[in-house]
Structure formats: C-alpha cells, structure tokens
C-alpha cells in the first residue's frame, strides 16, 4: 500500500498549485491532507470522504483550496488557489480504510497510511 504525493513547487504569491496523491494498493474510505512547516507540528488541511458528503477544511484554506477524489484513479487532488506566503509548507497526504467519526478527523493519528510529502514554496 502507498501514498504517492506529487504537484508541489516554488509559485507566486496569488498564483495556484494542483497536488495530486495517488493510492496503490488498496482504497480508502478518507483520505486528507496535511500541512508541516519547520520548527511546528503538522496541520490539519482538508479531508474528503470517497462515500460523498462534503469535506472539511481548515479556516485558513477555506475558500482557497479545494479538494477532490477520482475514485476511479484511486487518487485525490488539492487546488490551491489565491497562495499565500503562509501556505508554504511540505504537503503530506493521508488516508485510511474507514470513515472515522468526523471529530476525529482533524487528528494525525486517525490516519494509517501518509504519502512522502511535496514541497509548496509560495514567494512574496
């Protein structure tokens, strides 16, 4: 089973990224993303369900970036639009089997599988 991150890049602020992550191995009832910067914890970004429903982002990306799934590719997306210095981090992909209850989903240890990471630098 793996997690494959790609998409990431040195953009403008104002301009726009497209992250992909691609699942092998199996599917995933949820999969999410996650954000790191050096020196601080990693941070919830956005989650989606492959059963539908709408998916949860964080405040800070609300309105911003969107999230999307091709169960068909196994693969989900994150359109970044309107970056902003802030977003620079390295961007980690997750994903579990199940569809935990959304309370949790926020919580790195909710999820089983992360992709390697890819790299946004968003320049002022």
């Known amino acids: 089973v793996q997690l494959q991150a790609s998409g990431g890049g040195l953009v403008q602020a104002g301009g726009s990224l497209r992250l992909s992550c691609a699942a092998s191995g199996r599917t995933f009832g949820t999969m999410g993303w996650f954000r790191q910067t050096p020196g601080k914890e990693r941070e919830f970004v956005v989650v989606i369900r492959g059963s539908g429903g709408a998916p949860y982002y964080a405040d800070s990306v609300k309105g911003r970036f969107t999230v999307s799934r091709d169960n068909a590719k196994n693969t989900m997306y994150l359109q970044m639009n309107s970056l902003k210095p802030e977003d620079t981090a390295v961007y980690y992909c997750?994903?579990?089997?199940?569809?935990?209850?959304?309370?949790?989903?926020?919580?790195?240890?909710?999820?089983?599988?992360w992709g390697q990471g890819t790299q946004v630098t968003v320049s002022s």
């Open positions: 997750a994903a579990t089997p199940g569809l935990p209850i959304w309370g949790i989903l926020a919580r790195q240890s909710t999820y089983d599988y």
